[in-house]
T-cell receptor, first 115, second 112 residues
């Protein structure tokens, strides 16, 4: 199956700093990627849909100025958590569609800890 | 409202015993159906998927799932559980558009 890779897997940062997480589709082109956030022991919550060459579409309640998404190429989407605070600590997962059937391929996830 | 329900938050089974994880969905049409597994601190791995055709689908690691349209269910089964199957399991439904919905997950504990 298609491969989606995230980097970094783990990141610890100080409160007030910004952190960038990359999501790459390694063996296919993805015009659309998705960013999820997962709290401990909970399901995945869709944050935003990243569209190549255009602005991301954010879900209700997600601050677009805090969670900046850029999808500059067909194989790369980035999520930047700006001015991070401890409550932004979470597990962030990206995914991409491999074809027209609707299946999503997931990255390994990135755990962010804000001190 | 559209939803995906996994009624069991946590299940404990003995190694070697059979397993069934429940999933129900509420949509007007038959969506694409998926089961994913997540180990602690890891991303999601696809176990199996149903798009159309045979309602009993086989997946990886010995898992299977059966789509029952009349019950709007897509339950995951395994005849004999291994200790390495302990993980979080998510049922999901998707459409050809951008909608993709996850259930709340079922945590599986396997007792030696």
């Amino acid at each position: 199956g298609a491969v989606v890779s995230q980097h970094p897997s783990w990141v610890i940062c100080k409160s007030g700093t910004s952190v960038k997480i990359e999501c790459r589709s390694l063996d296919f082109q993805a015009t659309t990627m998705f960013w999820y956030r997962q709290f401990p022991k909970q399901s995945l919550m869709l944050m935003a849909t990243s569209n190549e060459g255009s602005k991301a579409t954010y879900e209700q309640g997600v601050e677009k100025d805090k969670f900046l998404i850029n999808h500059a190429s067909l194989t790369l989407s980035t999520l930047t958590v700006t001015s991070a605070h401890p409550e932004d600590s979470s597990f962030y997962i990206c995914s991409a569609r491999g074809d027209n059937t609707g299946e999503l391929f997931f990255g390994e996830g990135s755990r962010l800890t804000v001190l | 409202a559209q939803s995906v329900t996994q009624p069991d938050i946590h299940i404990t089974v003995s190694e070697g015993a059979s397993l069934e994880l429940r999933c129900n969905y509420s949509y007007g049409a038959t969506p694409y159906l998926f089961w994913y597994v997540q180990s602690p601190g890891q991303g999601l791995q696809l176990l199996l998927k149903y798009f159309s055709g045979d309602t009993l689908v086989q997946g990886i690691k010995g898992f299977e799932a059966e789509f029952k349209r009349s019950q709007s269910s897509f339950n995951l089964r395994k005849p004999s559980v291994h200790w390495s199957d302990a993980a979080e399991y998510f049922c999901a439904v998707g459409f050809t558009g951008n909608q993709f919905y996850f259930g709340t997950g079922t945590s599986l504990t396997v007792i030696p």
